[in-house]
Structure formats: C-alpha cells, structure tokens
C-alpha cells in the first residue's frame, strides 16, 4: 500500500499538496550498451570487454562478475564496468555481470543478470617458414619470434637519422631509459659509398646492436642517375628518365645501373650475413605512392612509376639475385599502400607485409586499416613500418592495430647530432618523447632490455 502524505495550506483560496513516497525512490542503474555487442563474431583480441550503464555506478566487493563462468577482475569508470576477459583466438566468450554487482551513486544496486555472448576472430595462421633459401639460424630465430609475439606484443623500432647510425634509438634512450628493440638502417648513399663521411663496410655501428640483442633492419632509398651517363642521383620520377620497365631488360642502360648497385649493395649486406646478422629488408618501399588514392594519384619513387608489373619484375630480380648471391640472412618485407594489390609481388617473395602511415590520429581507422591488410594477406604478419604523427601506440592497440612492430620516421633536426642542444629537447616531427613515454609504459611494447638472444 503507497503510503499519501498531504499538507495543507491555509491560505486563500485554499489547497492542497500531496506526494507519494515512491516519488522519492531512486531508479535502479540500467544498461545502456555492451562491449563487444551481444552476438558479435570475428572480435579482436584486444577488445575492450565492458558495460555501460545510463549512470555513474560502483561495483560492489563481491561482484561475481563471471566470462565463460569463471570470476574474473574488473573496475568501474564512470558509467562504465571494464572487464578483465584476457581474451584468445577463435573462442565463444559468455559474459555475466550478476544482478546486485553494481550500484549507483544513491547505492541502489543493479536489478537484472546482464548476460552477453562473442566470438573473438579465428587465429592467424602465418606463413611457418622464411622465403629465403636454406634461411641462416638467426634469420629463423628472428622470424620465429616475431611470429610468437604476434598478435599480443609488439615490438618497438627506431630509424637511422639519414644513413647509418642509431641517433633516434639513442634520442629515446636519453629522454625515457628505454631503447627501442629495433634499429633500421637505410642504404640510401650507396652511389657516395665508400667515403670518409659514408662507409656501408664499416659494420660496427650494426654489430654493437645486434650484440645487445637488438633486431636489425635496413631499407634502401635507391638512387638512380637523372639521365644515362649522368652523375648526380635521385629516387624521385619526375627528376629521371630512368625507366623501371626497363630496369630489368639486357641490354638496356637502366638495367646496367640495377646489375652494378645490386652487386654493390650484396657485398655489403653478405658482410652482415658473415657476421652473423640477420636483417629485416624492406626495399621498394611505398611503390604505388597515391596511385590508387585519387584521380592523378602517383608514385612516389621511380621503381612504381611504371605501374605494378614493372615493380614487381624488379622486385623478383633483386630477390634472384641476392639469392644467387647466398643472402639468406635476409626477412623480406614489403610495403603497401593499401588498394594496391596489384604492386604484391606474392607469397613467395615476401615474409611480411608493412604499412607506412603519417598525420593520422584516429586509433580506430588505423585498426580498421590493420585489419584490411591482415585479411588482404592472412598469412603474413602485418608491421607498421613507417609512421609519423599518429595516434599513441596504446590507442592503436587497444583498438585492435595489431601489428608487429612500429616505427616512428626521423627528425632530422632533433637527432641529427646528439651533442647539439637540440638533443635534449623532447618535442619531434614525428613522435615527441610523451608518444614514446606511451609507447614503452605499455604492457604489450617490446624494448631493446625485454629482447631475448636470437643469436
């Protein structure tokens, strides 16, 4: 029985005001939404498993919150319950929040079973062996762990300032007390090498690294000569008649170039393979350019300009090559610019598939593109190997961006000489020193400290 309360005014002209006792009783918090939805299928293991009510709720000490029947962990944010699910692969997951295990600020608990089912996505299964011939033992322990950690860790990656140094894995180093677990070295003066300014034979600077257990890669920004006979460089299309189609025909001046610079760059690389160094190689990179992008898009660099077959002629003439010439210390990545399938110059010539990325801080498109290329590729591993000015690697992770490793470009200015003031400054073109503070605090981030002996 409701229970009438009335006051009465005397007052003119007279009246009367009465309430009900349940017009005093606080509702009980209600949900609003789940997260995965109930029924979702091909869910991230990385995905954020949570309630969300319609208001500030608490959980109680006993909660009882279950995933698949057994009680997990899980804290309350604001209006939202954050559940401890530790997901895995290919599983059907049930959750259950119990009636009574949150409450409201008014200390009203909850009134319903809150019950919700997914399935997280089928395990990658990613390539078992390296495309190289007879591959070196530390080549297959460098790819073997990577394929171990892919998925739930990711590893962090510095590039050379211009060439051949680890300034930026240094610059990192000073600001946070934590290397990056990979440094890329890039090939880029190989028309100026040897010089007492250059020498790609002087290994020591990759030797250092690898010996504090740190995973070597190199890229090679490949200059060709503006015009036959000439004797200044460039990578870019439009300052060469250098021709891509025609890199791989005999006969051609184009294709003396390509025989005298892959001899060149072999000799260098076989001295890493003779000490023992495995290299991560990612050549070609970024060929489409914007090709697929928009009308007028274009390549970036000579080696796309002439469209995809081209591009891949050349990239299997230089795998044939360095093959001959017994590379196989080598981890083929290549890269792509997404819609380029056509530029893929297939499963037997590539090991692991990169995506470059800069000026973009949505986490959640950067996912979206993640998971575009693993379905595009589901047997290889997918890397961010180049980024710049992008949402913080947490963001990315937590919303399903994958990938095997990340690489921030250079700061010229900030790393080009670690004795200048510029050095101690934490601001950087492509990933201040709180970017990487985010990066190395995260649980699933691989530092050069964390790294095993793959030797």
């Given at each position: 029985m409701?229970?009438?309360?009335?006051i009465l005014?005397?007052a003119?002209?007279?009246?009367?005001?009465c309430?009900?006792?349940?017009?005093e009783?606080?509702?009980p918090?209600?949900v609003?939404?789940t997260s995965p939805?109930?029924?979702?299928v091909?869910?991230?293991?990385?995905a954020?498993?949570s309630?969300t009510?319609?208001?500030?709720?608490?959980?109680?000490?006993?909660?009882?919150?279950?995933v698949n029947?057994?009680?997990?962990a899980a804290d309350?944010s604001?209006?939202?319950i954050?559940?401890?699910?530790a997901?895995?692969?290919?599983t059907q997951?049930e959750v259950?929040?119990?009636?009574g295990a949150?409450?409201?600020?008014?200390?009203i608990p909850s009134?319903?079973d809150?019950?919700?089912?997914f399935?997280?996505?089928?395990?990658?299964?990613i390539t078992s062996?390296?495309?190289?011939?007879?591959?070196?033992?530390?080549?297959?322990?460098?790819?073997n762990f990577?394929k171990?950690?892919?998925?739930?860790?990711i590893?962090?990656?510095a590039?050379a300032?211009?060439s051949w140094?680890?300034?930026?894995?240094?610059?990192?180093?000073?600001?946070?007390g934590k290397?990056p677990?990979m440094n890329?070295y890039?090939?880029?003066h190989?028309?100026?090498?040897?010089?007492?300014?250059i020498?790609?034979?002087?290994t020591?600077?990759?030797?250092?690294?690898w010996?504090n257990?740190?995973?070597v890669?190199a890229?090679w920004?490949?200059n060709v000569p503006?015009?036959?006979?000439?004797?200044?460089?460039t990578?870019r299309?439009?300052?060469?008649?250098?021709?891509?189609a025609?890199?791989?025909?005999d006969?051609?001046?184009?294709n003396?170039?390509?025989?005298a610079d892959?001899?060149e760059?072999a000799?260098?690389?076989?001295l890493l393979?003779n000490?023992n160094i495995?290299?991560i190689w990612r050549?070609?990179?970024e060929a489409?350019?914007?090709i697929?992008?928009?009308?007028g898009g274009k390549a970036?660099?000579?080696?796309?300009?002439?469209?995809?077959?081209a591009f891949?002629?050349?990239w299997?003439y230089?795998?044939e090559?360095?093959?001959?010439q017994?590379l196989n210390?080598?981890?083929?990545v290549?890269?792509?610019?997404?819609?380029?399938d056509e530029?893929y110059?297939?499963?037997e010539y590539?090991?692991?598939?990169g995506?470059?990325?800069y000026?973009?801080?949505?986490?959640?498109?950067i996912?979206?593109?993640?998971?575009?290329?693993?379905?595009?590729?589901p047997?290889?591993?997918?890397?961010?190997?180049?980024m710049?000015?992008v949402?913080?690697?947490?963001?990315?992770w937590n919303?399903g961006?994958l990938w095997s490793?990340?690489?921030?470009w250079?700061?010229y200015?900030r790393?080009?000489n670690?004795?200048?003031?510029?050095?101690?400054e934490?601001?950087?073109?492509?990933?201040a020193?709180?970017?990487?503070?985010?990066?190395?605090?995260?649980?699933a981030?691989?530092?050069?400290d964390?790294?095993?002996d793959l030797?």
């Open positions: 409701i229970k009438r309360i009335c005014f005397w003119f002209p007279l009246f009367v005001y309430s009900n006792d349940s017009e009783k606080k509702p918090p209600v609003e939404s939805v109930d029924g979702a091909d869910v991230n293991v990385s954020e498993v309630v009510f319609d208001e500030v709720v608490e959980l109680v000490e006993n909660h009882g919150i279950s029947s057994k009680q997990v309350a604001f209006k939202k954050l559940i401890d699910a997901l895995e692969y290919g997951y259950t929040v119990p009636a949150v409450v409201n600020t008014f200390g009134e319903h809150i019950t919700f089912s399935t997280t996505r089928p395990p990658v299964e062996d390296l495309v190289v011939s007879n591959p070196t033992p530390e080549a297959k322990n460098v790819y990577l171990e950690n892919y998925g739930s860790k590893i962090s990656g590039i300032n211009v140094n680890i300034n930026e894995a240094e610059w990192v180093y000073s600001h946070t290397y677990a890329t890039d090939y880029i190989l028309n100026w090498a040897p010089d007492n300014w020498d790609y034979s002087d020591q600077v990759v030797e250092d690294w010996a257990n740190g995973l890669g890229c920004h490949w503006l015009s036959e006979g000439a004797s200044e460089y990578y299309p439009e300052e060469t008649t250098f021709h891509a025609n890199a791989t025909i006969g051609t001046w184009e003396d170039i390509v025989k892959l001899e760059i000799g260098y690389l076989n393979k000490k495995p290299v050549p070609l990179h489409a350019g914007n697929y992008e928009y009308d970036w660099f000579w080696w796309g300009a002439d469209g995809a077959q891949k002629n050349l299997v230089m795998f090559y360095f093959e001959q017994g210390n080598l981890i083929w290549w890269t792509t610019q997404a819609k380029d530029f110059p297939g499963d590539v090991d692991i598939v995506r470059d990325i000026n973009n801080n949505d986490a959640d498109d996912a979206s593109q993640f998971e575009a290329i693993q379905d595009a590729y047997t290889k591993m997918v890397t961010l190997s180049e710049g000015s949402a913080k690697i947490s963001d990315q919303n961006a490793w990340f690489m921030p250079y700061d200015e790393t080009n670690p004795g200048d003031t510029d050095f101690s934490t601001n950087h073109t492509h990933a020193i709180s970017w990487w503070e985010d990066a190395v605090s995260h649980e981030v691989i530092t050069r964390e790294m095993p030797k």
